[in-house]
């Protein structure tokens, strides 16, 4: 079994910055397809970025355009741990960010993900 714990999360200005980690258990990240949603209140959980699960072993990331340019998602395979560096933040990127995993090639999407993380809550606000 998979276990995914997220922590980083926090209160941060405009134009701030956070790290998020994500620390798996039960299986080596390298083996899943890693990613990072979010959920803003009233809203639906939204894939922010991820990295691209194939065949052969490699980093090949994928962004949503909402943080494409501010946010860069990276992992530690010694410590089986991903990140998400977040910059640049905005009060719109206030949400419970939430780390997924998929056993499946491809980048984990909502409907694909077998693994989530509790989710940990990033404020952005003055």
């Known amino acids: 079994q998979v276990q995914l714990v997220e922590s980083g999360g926090g209160l941060v200005q405009p134009g701030g910055s956070l790290r998020l980690s994500c620390a798996a258990s039960?299986?080596?990240?390298?083996?899943?397809?890693m990613g990072w949603f979010r959920q803003a209140p009233g809203k639906g959980r939204e894939f922010i970025a991820g990295f691209i699960k194939t065949p052969r072993s490699g980093d090949t990331t994928n962004y949503s355009d909402s943080v494409k340019g501010r946010f860069t998602i990276s992992r530690d395979n010694a410590k089986n741990t991903v990140y998400l560096q977040m910059n640049d933040l905005k009060p719109e990127d206030t949400a419970v960010y939430y780390c997924?995993?998929?056993?499946?090639?491809?980048?984990?999407?909502?409907?694909?993900?077998?693994?989530w993380g509790q989710g940990t809550q990033v404020t952005v606000s003055s």
């Open positions: 997924a995993a998929s056993l499946s090639y491809g980048v984990v999407r909502g409907h694909t993900a077998d693994y």
């Open positions: 039960g299986r080596t990240i390298s083996s899943l397809a």
